[in-house]
């Protein structure tokens, strides 16, 4: 077996630690080729409860992976494509974000090196998403509302509608003003770091999709707490993604819509997306994937124009 420098085939929702690769993020996975047969495993910091993956084979995703203890192997076929992407597992969000995720080796016992699929980061664009639990993945299916799909979700469509890689910053129950329900990581945070202190890895992105709103609008948000909370993170994304194009979608509740219309007047990189128009319901439960197909459908008209 050989010991896989894995940050390599990591997407961007990863960070090196001196404990392992760490992640916070739904939808964080890994993106390579296997040029002969062989068995990629990984070793996990613990036991997580109801680990689940989704791994998809030349872009076709296959049926989901449980880990049951802290161990993974992956048996796979040379030849071929592979995306293996985190879907899920027993833990609530702030303390997803506080602990994390961690993989602390990798190992692959093929007699040729995985290929990485994934340039170095200051070498390739990316497309960004920035948002809350519906751009996480959270999806409707069956009776489960609180079922993750990263995968299957809105942003990971459009990327693959234009053949880019994703990177994604999205927490569910978060928002911009402190009347989301959840208030880690603040939408700011999040920007700069995958858990407390841990910096995020810096992408090239020429377009950001951001997707905020909706919690603060269910949960009481005033309009002068949005306005505030939105102009100041207006100004964090610049500094983020200096040189990239934003596309704020307006809450899919109606909520807020002319204090984007506002606040992105004094800026000549900014476009405001009436989602709100498009029929995606929120309530009572998660959209599911019909809703996020067509969500991507909309979003990638736009991108294109």
Avoid at 98 to 127: C, M
Avoid at 140 to 164: I, T, Y
Avoid at 278 to 303: C, D, F, S, Y
């Amino acid at each position: 077996m050989n010991e896989l420098e894995l940050i390599k085939l990591a997407t961007p929702e990863w960070s090196a630690t001196e404990e392992g690769l760490r992640t916070s993020q739904y939808g964080a996975g890994f993106i390579f080729q296997a040029p002969v047969t062989g068995t990629l495993s990984f070793d996990f910091a613990h036991h997580y409860p109801d680990l689940v993956w989704t791994l998809a084979i030349d872009g076709q995703d296959q049926d989901q992976i449980l880990v049951a203890n802290s161990h993974l192997d992956l048996h796979l076929q040379g030849g071929h494509d592979y995306q293996l992407t985190l879907d899920q597992w027993q833990t609530g969000q702030v303390a997803f974000w506080q602990t994390g995720l961690i993989i602390t080796a990798a190992n692959w016992d093929g007699d040729s090196d995985l290929v990485p699929a994934l340039k170095a980061d200051n070498e390739q664009s990316y497309l960004t998403f920035v948002g809350d639990s519906i751009t996480a993945g959270e999806f409707m299916e069956g009776s489960n509302h609180d079922s993750h799909r990263p995968s299957q979700s809105f942003p990971a469509l459009v990327a693959k509608h234009f053949g880019q890689r994703l990177n994604r910053i999205a927490y569910g129950g978060t928002g911009l003003t402190s009347r989301a329900p959840f208030q880690e990581p603040k939408a700011i945070d999040a920007l700069w770091q995958v858990g407390p202190g841990i910096s995020r890895r810096r992408v090239q992105t020429k377009q950001v999709v951001v997707a905020y709103g909706l919690n603060d609008g269910n949960y009481g948000a005033t309009d002068q707490e949005f306005a505030f909370g939105l102009r100041v993170y207006l100004l964090e994304l610049v500094k983020r993604f200096h040189g990239a194009h934003f596309y704020l979608l307006t809450p899919w509740n109606g909520a807020f819509v002319e204090i984007f219309n506002q606040e992105v007047a004094r800026f000549d990189n900014f476009t405001v997306v009436p989602a709100h128009e498009w029929g995606v319901k929120t309530r009572p439960n998660h959209p599911g994937l019909a809703a996020h197909q067509l969500m991507a459908e909309k979003i990638a008209a736009v991108l294109e124009d």
